[in-house]
């Protein structure tokens, strides 16, 4: 195989399925990234076995059936050194993976040529289970890299891009890290006919999202657990996905995908807590302030007694019509910083919490488009609930700190 592309067009392909590729895989054909032919274009998938990431190149087409694996962060690392707009050749020699960079020559009629670039950058790996056309087997993948099969998808439906990355971005906060129960480090999928809803919790703080979409579902709902790096993964992906997505799930996998471009996780099994009977109920609306103002508030107390050994701790006291904000720290000696912002709306009803820090400034956050934010509270204390006047689809649930 001899082929000459974009680096651009190579690397930002390569680039979004190196995402799963692991830098010290337990397995060396974890390390690979599988390039076949499909139709006489190039597809490109890499897995770890948990995950796996598939897409067609753009506009490249090759006459000849090939489908062998390759070092694809090595790979990726010689093509993002090289400088923007060049042309690469690839060559595919026996057990051998040639990629040199090129540069285009002005001739006289004003046309361009593209050539060996003289300063010779050039990068040679080996291959693995190389298949061509005339080998036998080709229909299967070469031996032991990791192709996930999920099977039929029960559930499915279609969503704008920036409506499904938005429902995982206002969620994916208040997942677990390390928790010993699986299910917290993880997002809960709750699908019905005409609506989906994602919900997180680390026990802590908990963040639900809804939005509705028609799928295929009738009278019946599917709830699926996923896992919190296939969430990581999938928010980063979406940022750079334009289309419409097709997004499908069955018992065992999560699969989004568009016409050239796929990615599938498998789910964790096991049920997801009531998450419904964890949210206060019967809480007063105690206040309401500008979302941008509060954010500022919080990132100069916050930015000013960071301490990376434990969590900040920030105390919201009512005084009047202003919201103070205030905050200490006993390292090195006693620290304290007090700030204070105008509430929106006058109210009867006393309000003073204590709250970890970076939790709200994640809800924040996650809610950036929104202008204004409220408080509900009762006797100071329990939980307090944070909802957003220009979406009620979302709600967030944060335990409070007592007060001394």
């Not at 004003?110 to 040679?124: F, R, Y």
């Not at 005339?134 to 704008?160: A, K």
């Not at 996905?241 to 599938?264: A, G, L, Q, W, Y």
Request: glycine share 4%; charged share 25%; with cysteine.
């Amino acid at each position: 195989m001899n082929i000459t592309v974009d680096r651009e067009q190579f690397l930002e392909t390569l680039n979004r399925v190196s995402t799963v590729v692991e830098k010290n895989p337990p397995l060396p054909i974890l390390s690979q990234v599988l390039l076949q032919t499909e139709n006489g274009r190039i597809r490109l998938t890499g897995s770890n076995i948990q995950m796996e990431i598939s897409e067609l190149m753009p506009e490249i087409r090759v006459p000849d059936n090939y489908m062998f694996t390759f070092a694809g962060r090595t790979v990726l690392g010689f093509c993002r050194r090289l400088p923007p707009r060049c042309r690469l050749q690839i060559e595919i020699d026996e057990d051998t993976m040639t990629i040199t960079k090129l540069q285009s020559s002005e001739l006289e009629d004003g046309n361009s040529e593209i050539v060996s670039d003289p300063g010779h950058s050039q990068l040679k790996t080996s291959i693995q289970d190389q298949l061509q056309e005339d080998m036998p087997g080709l229909e299967n993948q070469p031996r032991d890299f990791p192709i996930l099969e999920p099977g039929e998808m029960s559930v499915r439906f279609d969503m704008p891009r920036s409506e499904f990355h938005s429902l995982i971005r206002r969620t994916q906060h208040a997942m677990g890290r390390d928790d010993s129960r699986y299910f917290l480090n993880a997002t809960l999928f709750e699908i019905s006919q005409n609506e989906v809803r994602t919900v997180t919790t680390d026990a802590h703080r908990m963040a639900t999202s809804l939005t509705e979409v028609q799928t295929n579902l009738d009278s019946e709902r599917h709830r699926s657990i996923v896992p919190r790096q296939t969430v990581l993964d999938m928010n980063k992906l979406l940022a750079e996905i334009s289309s419409t997505i097709t997004v499908e799930f069955n018992n065992r996998h999560i699969r989004m995908k568009t016409p050239d471009f796929s990615f599938t996780s498998k789910l964790l099994e096991g049920a997801y807590p009531d998450w419904r009977g964890a949210i206060p109920v019967n809480l007063p609306h105690v206040l309401r302030v500008n979302r941008e103002k509060l954010v500022e508030v919080l990132k100069i107390v916050g930015g000013t007694l960071t301490d990376e050994k434990s969590p900040l701790s920030v105390r919201l006291e009512l005084q009047g019509s202003m919201l103070k904000v205030h905050a200490e720290s006993k390292l090195q000696g006693e620290n304290i910083v007090d700030s204070a912002l105008d509430i929106e709306q006058p109210t009867e009803h006393s309000f003073r919490i204590k709250a970890n820090c970076s939790y709200l400034q994640d809800v924040l956050e996650a809610m950036k488009d929104c202008e204004s934010v409220d408080f509900y509270n009762k006797d100071n204390q329990g939980a307090c609930i944070i909802r957003f006047p220009e979406n009620e689809s979302s709600e967030f649930v944060v335990m409070l700190l007592r007060n001394r």
